[in-house]
């Protein structure tokens, strides 16, 4: 009776010596699809819990850098990533791109129809929605495409600053803004309150890194969590949310 007791409870021990919990922060673009691979990567490995944090990227680095306690990081941008990189904050090693996502212009579902950026020039156009570009890749995404059109200047007073896509969204759902800048993911997430008008050409492709922390590097589920990301079911919940391959 008593070995079979011991038994029992080494059986109910080992698991937990095992486990990890780990925490990863992604970009706010991230939430629908990252909550659904975080749930299909706990019934695949139930010994292991996945918490989730979400924001600008910008913002996460600076949650990162001042030492919140994160195990994987997943960026919309490179520059976030390279920042973590040379505060040697993430395993360089690890970082690798796996998806990637266009910007596009949005209107609430009644708005009026957009031909090109510069129509919203036009006194309509009174508040656009843009994320910060000092803290948000897509605010940084916005911005570099419309002054390459010569157009960030003019618009300047009509821009709503956000603090990150999904407030844009949500305020252009709302109806609260004319107009606003997100990733064509966010904008599919709500077909029946805003209208994708324009997808936006910008300077560089829209590329997503991730990387295991330094913190998080002594853990076997941060690189198990990648592992999952970057192969088959994490590819395929991503894509079924519309992102795009990395390369």
Not at 176 to 201: I, S
Request: glycine share 6%; proline share 6%; hydrophobic share 45%.
């Amino acid at each position: 009776m008593r070995k079979s007791l011991l038994a029992a409870l080494l059986l109910w021990w080992v698991p937990l010596v095992h486990a990890d919990d780990i925490t990863v922060s992604a970009a706010a673009s991230l939430t629908n699809a990252f909550r659904e691979i975080a749930g299909a990567f706990e019934q695949a490995h139930p010994e292991h819990r996945v918490r989730l944090n979400f924001a600008g990227s910008g913002i996460l680095l600076q949650q990162l850098a001042r030492g919140a306690p994160v195990d994987v990081f997943a960026s919309a941008d490179q520059l976030s990533m390279d920042q973590a990189e040379q505060q040697k904050l993430v395993d360089a090693d690890s970082r690798r791109d796996f998806v990637s996502n266009e910007l596009v212009l949005i209107t609430p579902l009644a708005g009026a129809v957009i031909q090109s950026l510069d129509d919203l020039r036009r006194p309509e156009f009174t508040r656009i929605a843009v994320s910060n570009p000092d803290s948000v890749p897509a605010g940084r995404y916005s911005r570099d495409a419309l002054a390459g059109l010569q157009l960030w200047q003019p618009l300047h007073d009509k821009f709503i600053r956000t603090q990150n896509v999904r407030q844009t969204l949500d305020y252009v759902a709302r109806n609260e803004v004319d107009a606003g800048f997100v990733y064509a993911t966010d904008a599919a997430l709500m077909p029946d309150k805003v209208r994708m008008q324009l997808h936006v050409p910008t300077p560089q492709p829209i590329r997503y890194p991730v990387a295991v922390t330094t913190d998080g590097a002594d853990k076997p589920a941060s690189a198990l969590f990648m592992q999952f990301l970057l192969d088959g079911p994490g590819q395929h919940i991503l894509s079924g949310y519309g992102f795009g391959p990395a390369n």
